[in-house]
């Protein structure tokens, strides 16, 4: 079975930086990171495909980067700037074909989380 591992996840004070990873079991077409804050829904954040295409969700565009290492077969999420809303639980996604955005609502695997809290 596909598996996806996050971690990096941490409490950093507001304005500060955290980098985010994700290492997959093997190539996906698409993948992204999805984040989920308490009392909220799941909402995707940003997403890279398999040419290096990305898409970001506007509250983050600026100050989120998204990015991939292939041979690694890991992702990445440089998170800067970082305000109390960020605060959620962030998880990793992927998906062999279809649409590759921040909105797709359907993804194949999940990895099990990392917590960002923001203070």
């Known amino acids: 079975h596909v598996q996806l591992v996050e971690s990096g996840g941490g409490l950093v004070q507001a304005g500060g930086s955290l980098r985010l990873s994700c290492a997959a079991s093997?190539?996906?077409?698409?993948m992204a990171w999805l984040r989920q804050a308490p009392g909220k829904e799941r909402e995707g954040i940003a997403s890279v495909d398999s040419i290096g295409r990305t898409s970001y969700v506007d509250s983050v565009k600026g100050r989120f980067t998204i990015s991939k290492d292939n041979a690694k077969n890991t992702l990445y999420l440089q998170m800067n700037s970082l305000k109390p809303e960020d605060t959620a639980m962030y998880y990793c996604?992927?998906?062999?074909?279809?649409?590759?955005?921040?909105?797709?609502?359907?993804?194949?695997?999940w990895g099990q989380g990392t917590q960002v809290t923001v203070s």
């Open positions: 093997g190539y996906h077409y698409c």
């Open positions: 996604a992927a998906a062999p074909g279809g649409g590759c955005y921040t909105g797709r609502r359907q993804w194949n695997y």
